[in-house]
């Protein structure tokens, strides 16, 4: 059963697709289509939130649009994440722009919104709204200099909102309007740090927004892509360095939280931090597109993660400075996304065994050394402490690539993620000649015993989710993907017709198939079909032979993206968005999807 549909008292809230992005590439503010900045966290994507509203109708926005207009429609200026949305009524027209600098280091603080009447006249009407600390902490406004001063006492740093027409302060609302005339605009400028010097005052708006179309095309210019699809996989690119921190390097796996999976249910996470997978597999889908500097960066950020624990290898995840204060929080005074409780802060999941990522990481680097510098000797040391860790633990019981949160459990994605570890290593040293341990083949060989033997279920005809389990799970797409196996070999064929049969509809794959609450750990409506799964499936049918029918399907999937080209996590049975968006995981694997067909296309449909 797909996701339930919102109670009518709930409709208020924006469509999860209706929502676009812009950042500084240290954080995002994501922008509905009715005009308002509904989400933003500030200085970083895991600082809290000064506009929420996006979870609670009264937890702060940040409006600017038309009068005669609730809605308009959204479109990012080509190659680039500044922002354009478009409002009509008969002969009146107007856009607005909203864009972060990025370029000039001293203007990044700010969020500008340009409000520019194209056609007629219309009266524009700008609304802020702050709720400082996930709308839970203190809010004070005064008029100052013409300008409009929040601050909440110290805990956030003080903003400025600055604009070309006057400025009222009521309560907390800062509002300003006026009549305009085509030719005209609003421009409105939030600064961060109550800093003085702003875009404003420097006239330089104009400027700041050339200069952010230019570093971002200029960006988008490094890529080698030329294959079909090209705006939408570049799309997916931007939507991926939009999730870049450019100070740390680290990679957040969406910059929202709280959005739910299931409509009414409480499959709500907070994404904003740096899983190791994640990072790794957006390292290799930008590898892909010829995008060097964010793996260089990566790797220097995954090296220190590893560095600094003498004993541990490594941790799930991370905060993006690479801290793991991870505690997860609820906020009961938020009401949720339409009506989704509990809205949560932090990430449990940072507790957890998750064995897969020891591959991951791996199979990222052993792509990156082919791309922008060769392994060294201090990076092999810190590889190798990783085979050895997937030596110990690769049989040991975990919670899976799904974070499950009931009892730990031995997962094929941990057996299969174990193995890569261990291959990409053996042929890195094979390679370059660097030291092996002789027992990394020895539990390579078991691992791939353990999987022929406990995770081949004959009776049902596939590789099953858990150690002598009945059930699949569309992580066994990525055997062949993974290079474990061939999609023409006859245990993964008659896997992928399970598949097909129990968690594919049409272009949407659903993450598994029922487990149960004791599994899960959490309860509620069903969940949606996972984005990337369905990509995930696109690419294996590509790779088998079957091009046709993966271009078909990618086309369908193409057709559920945001207005905007923008994914998020999880799409219902009509194709609306669930879950936390922009998603890196949903664009990463559409671009490794792209890439796979571009080349089944021009193999002439044979399998590789």
Not at 20 to 40: H, K, P, Y
Not at 61 to 76: K, L
Not at 492 to 503: D, K
Request: charged letters at 25%; glycine letters at 8%; one cysteine or more.
């Amino acid at each position: 059963m797909d996701a339930r549909p919102a109670p009518p008292d709930t409709q208020a809230f924006p469509a999860i697709e209706d929502y676009a992005a812009v950042g500084n590439l240290e954080t995002v503010a994501l922008i509905a289509s009715n005009g308002a900045v509904e989400l933003f966290c500030y200085p970083a994507f895991d600082s809290p939130a000064i506009f929420s509203a996006a979870l609670d109708r009264a937890a702060g926005s940040f409006r600017v649009r038309p009068t005669f207009a609730r809605t308009g429609t959204q479109r990012y200026v080509g190659d680039t994440n500044v922002l354009v949305t478009r409002y009509e009524d008969g002969p009146n027209i107007v856009e607005v722009t909203d864009f972060m600098p990025i370029g000039e280091p001293e203007h990044t603080n700010q969020l500008v919104r340009i409000a520019a009447v194209v056609a007629g006249t219309a009266t524009i009407e700008a609304r802020c709204t702050p709720a400082f600390d996930y709308g839970r902490g203190p809010t004070k406004a005064r008029l100052a200099d013409a300008h409009v001063v929040y601050e909440d006492g110290g805990v956030t740093l003080p903003m400025r909102l600055a604009a070309t027409h006057p400025l009222h302060l009521d309560g907390l609302e800062a509002s300003a309007t006026a009549e305009l005339a085509a030719g005209e605009r609003m421009v409105l400028v939030l600064v961060m740090d109550d800093a003085e010097q702003h875009l404003l005052k420097e006239d330089g708006v104009d400027l700041a927004l050339a200069d952010t179309i230019a570093t971002w095309r200029d960006w988008t210019a490094q890529s080698d892509y030329d294959g079909p699809w090209r705006d939408m996989v570049m799309r997916s690119a931007l939507a991926l360095k939009l999730m870049f921190s450019d100070a740390h390097g680290a990679i957040v796996a969406a910059p929202t939280f709280g959005l739910p999976e299931a409509i009414g249910g409480e499959r709500n996470w907070d994404y904003r931090y740096c899983w190791v997978r994640d990072s790794a597999f957006t390292i290799y889908a930008m590898l892909r597109l010829g995008f060097y500097a964010e793996a260089d960066k990566y790797r220097a950020w995954i090296r220190d993660r590893i560095e600094e624990r003498e004993v541990e290898t490594i941790a799930l995840m991370y905060r993006v400075d690479g801290s793991t204060d991870l505690d997860e929080t609820l906020l009961p005074h938020l009401s949720g996304y339409r009506g989704s409780q509990p809205v949560r802060i932090g990430n449990a999941a940072y507790t957890q065994t998750q064995l897969d990522i020891f591959g991951e990481v791996i199979d990222t680097l052993y792509i990156a050394q082919k791309f922008i510098a060769p392994m060294d000797e201090r990076l092999w040391r810190d590889v190798s402490r990783l085979v050895e860790a997937a030596c110990e633990t690769w049989d040991d019981p975990g919670s899976g690539f799904w974070e499950m949160r009931g009892e730990p459990t031995r997962f094929l994605d941990a057996h299969l993620m174990s193995w890569v570890a261990l291959d990409r290593a053996i042929r890195l040293a094979d390679r370059t000649g660097m030291p092996q341990n002789p027992r990394w083949r020895e539990n390579r060989a078991l691992i791939v015993d353990t999987i022929e033997t406990h995770f081949w279920n004959g009776e049902i005809g596939a590789y099953t989710q858990t150690y002598g389990g009945d059930k699949v799970d569309a992580t066994a797409l990525l055997m062949p993907l993974m290079k474990y196996t061939s999609t023409t070999s006859e245990r993964f064929r008659s896997t992928l017709a399970v598949i097909e049969r129990r968690l594919v509809h049409g272009p949407r794959v659903r993450r598994y198939e029922p487990v149960g609450e004791a599994q899960e750990g959490v309860d509620g409506p069903a969940e949606g079909s996972f984005v990337a799964c369905s990509f995930w499936y696109i690419e294996v049918l590509a790779r088998s032979g079957r091009v046709d029918e993966a271009e078909r399907l990618f086309e369908a999937m193409l057709a559920m993206a945001s207005p905007t080209g923008l994914f998020a996590e999880e799409v219902d049975g009509m194709g609306r968005h669930l879950g936390n968006t922009p998603q890196a995981l949903s664009h990463l694997a559409l671009i490794s999807a792209a890439v796979a067909l571009r080349r089944a296309i021009a193999n002439g449909g044979d399998a590789f």
